[in-house]
């Protein structure tokens, strides 16, 4: 993937390099039967030829600096070449700026590599400035809105320099963008918890908005998670808040019947129920009825599982009787 | 893709597939040169899950073996320190290096425990495995939140590792290295208001990160922390995952590999038999290759020996004819995991 190998017709070999003969390569010790052999380039032994070399007698000077950027382009996942490009970093006292420079344009090549995420975390750390972390995660996730690693990375900057004022703006735009984003509902969540909180007023806020965006696409297992999420700090629990029940009573009326509404209806009745609540119609056999329905014909590929938590509701009955 | 030969398995392939990627592999894998162990080990346990494990020769059997103890890395000869104990990915770093840098030079944990998995699947008796030394490795590892780093070098800390940490700890019958109470408050802190567990708490909640998060649980026999409202909604988390295969998180596309990740999950949580077994099968086969071998995340894309390897795990754990049985904790076959408990009662009559 990154080895470009011989193609590249200006590359001299370290080997060849009159400023590097002084040092002796060192070549991979294999054994002498090895498995799972990678057919490498020339390039790719060389320049790890004498990266083992500087490696073996400590060199901390400039060019070996300037060979770990030629490893780590061959290999963007050697976290030894990475450590070791630190620490040649911090014993030479390098302009740690044009290393986040050089870092971004990695991230940008090698988006979903743990180990040039976790290099550009140690320089922010270092520099204890995060004010490009913002634009750099922003940057990938517009790429992709669902990176894992660019999620992490933005919520540890965050996190770690108090960075919430506008999160709450660039979460609404993703989700305007897709409201199936799965990884911005839960940054959503995570702006709450940590910065907004989850004041009553705060609740109701946020439940408008979800039902807002459920009318939009009913079928959305995202916001129907993240409705249950801000319940959790709701003291009347799931079943308890009018307007979130009225709200999926009119859906359900509506002829709606995706199985995230209907599985909420669920959770209601055995919320209803564990709470002794004997006269709601949140009860046992609207549970059933529900379960019924999924199985059977909307949500069939659980046929098994709706079936299973019917049990759960038919044994609630027999207790009953 | 859908054809008639790809609703079966394309067993003698798959046999060939994973003896190629044994042997030699081509230069646009250089970025996989310091992981050669996991392919290794999806190799030879994708060989095993096919019952094929004698197609690996008595030769290359040996060959393997000796590799991989050739990356086993030692305590350091001046003062004994193990702190860089366990197995490297690859020898790229494998080189003697003086007391100031002898740190370059370590194992990683996801490295170990595929190797370890791998000396299973082949049959070694991990004789010339160090035990006591990979153990104070892994506790070197644990960090102070209760997960643990892959390296002693500079690496990320995440739930992969206390994952791996946890298999490594129970494939050598020895816990010291891992404190069970500080990586469980650590798993249940990663458990998100939808109730899958992300890999850093209040991160997105994801298919793999749960699994090793569960499998952890279950080998420590943890999984009781989890109250029952917790683990109901888990289950629900998990069978949403079914679109026809398995997704890792909600709105993401199906992709092969969680077949196993969540399947196991759902196994180890009492309820795979839930699920829909032809339509998880039927997406699964379609990211088969059935001319040249070995499975992709989609249809119609380029396989891999990890797809390969977790499409099969995940066919086996719903019950495909022609597969061995995957113990989903460890994610090793049952014949291996049988090898392993034969290894724990000598060790026990050593003591
Ligand atoms: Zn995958």
Redo the contacts with the bound molecule.
């Keep these: 993937m990154s080895d470009s190998g011989d193609s590249d017709i200006t590359w001299i070999f370290y080997k060849d390099r009159p400023e590097w003969s002084d040092v002796t390569p060192v070549p991979e010790n294999d054994g002498s039967k090895p498995v799972v052999v990678i057919a490498h380039s020339e390039k790719f032994e060389d320049v790890y030829d004498y990266f083992r070399a500087i490696l073996q007698t400590n060199e901390k000077s400039e060019r070996a600096l300037h060979l770990t950027k030629d490893a780590v382009e061959l290999n963007p996942a050697n976290y030894t070449v990475w450590q070791y490009r630190r620490d040649l970093l911090q014993a030479l006292g390098t302009d740690l700026r044009s290393e986040l420079d050089y870092v971004e344009a990695v991230i940008k090549q090698s988006p979903k590599n743990y180990q040039v995420w976790h290099h550009r975390r140690v320089l922010v750390e270092w520099l204890q400035d995060s004010n490009l972390e913002l634009e750099l995660t922003h940057d990938a996730l517009l790429q992709d809105p669902k990176n894992y690693h660019a999620w992490q990375h933005r919520q540890w900057a965050i996190k770690t320099f108090g960075l919430f004022e506008k999160e709450m703006e660039f979460v609404d735009n993703l989700i305007t963008d897709d409201v199936r984003n799965n990884s911005a509902w839960n940054q959503r969540y995570f702006v709450m918890n940590n910065h907004l909180g989850w004041s009553d007023m705060n609740v109701q806020k946020e439940i408008c908005y979800t039902l807002e965006k459920i009318k939009f696409v009913k079928n959305n297992e995202s916001a129907w998670n993240y409705l249950r999420g801000v319940l959790l700090h709701d003291s009347k629990g799931l079943s308890g808040n009018t307007e979130v029940t009225s709200f999926c009573e009119e859906l359900y009326s509506n002829k709606c019947r995706s199985p995230y509404l209907m599985a909420f209806l669920i959770d209601i009745c055995d919320e209803a129920i564990k709470k002794g609540e004997i006269n709601s119609s949140y009860n046992a056999e609207k549970a059933l009825d529900l379960c019924q329905a999924l199985a059977t014909k909307y949500d069939k590929i659980r046929c098994k599982y709706w079936n299973f938590i019917a049990e759960k509701f038919r044994k609630y009955q027999s207790n009953q009787d | 893709m859908i054809n008639e030969e790809n609703k079966e398995l394309a067993h003698r392939q798959h046999v060939k597939y994973f003896m190629r990627f044994l042997n030699i592999l081509p230069s646009s894998l250089s970025s996989h040169d310091s992981t050669r162990v996991t392919i290794a080990y999806f190799s030879v346990a994708g060989l095993d899950v096919l019952g094929s494990i004698t197609s690996i020769s008595i030769e290359l059997r040996s060959r393997i073996i000796d590799w991989l103890y050739l990356l086993q890395v030692q305590p350091r000869k001046s003062d004994g320190d193990m702190s860089t104990c366990g197995f490297q990915g690859s020898s790229t770093i494998n080189i003697e290096l003086d007391n100031a840098n002898s740190h370059y030079r370590c194992g990683h944990l996801a490295m170990t425990y595929t190797a370890l998995c791998t000396l299973l699947a082949l049959g070694d008796d991990l004789s010339r495995v160090n035990r006591k030394a990979i153990i104070n490795g892994v506790k070197a590892l644990q960090t102070e939140e209760g997960n643990f780093s892959a390296t002693l070098s500079g690496c990320e800390s995440d739930m992969r590792f206390v994952y791996c940490a946890a298999c490594i700890s129970y494939i050598l019958n020895d816990w010291s290295g891992f404190n069970v109470e500080k990586a469980t408050d650590y798993i249940i802190k990663c458990m998100g208001y939808d109730y899958g567990i992300a890999q850093c708490p209040e991160l997105e909640s994801h298919g793999g990160t749960t699994y090793c998060a569960l499998a952890t649980l279950s080998l420590t026999n943890r999984l009781d922390k989890l109250s029952e409202y917790q683990m109901d909604s888990l289950r629900r988390w998990l069978v949403f995952r079914q679109v026809d295969g398995f997704q ?1 998180r909600p709105n993401k596309p199906v ?4 077949s196993f990740w969540v399947g196991a999950s759902l196994k180890m949580l009492d309820i795979l038999h839930l699920t829909n077994y032809n339509s998880n099968k039927r997406y699964v086969y379609e990211t088969q290759d059935y001319v040249v071998g070995g499975f992709s ?1 989609w249809p119609d894309t380029c396989t891999d020996p ?2 390969t390897y ?1 499409g099969l795990a995940g066919l086996s754990l719903i019950g495909e004819s022609g597969l061995l049985e995957i113990v989903p904790t460890l994610n090793i076959t049952r014949r291996a995991y049988d090898h392993l408990k034969s290894l724990h009662q000598k060790w026990d009559s050593e003591l």
């Design positions: 890792g992709d092969t590999c969680y995340k990890m797809h977790l």
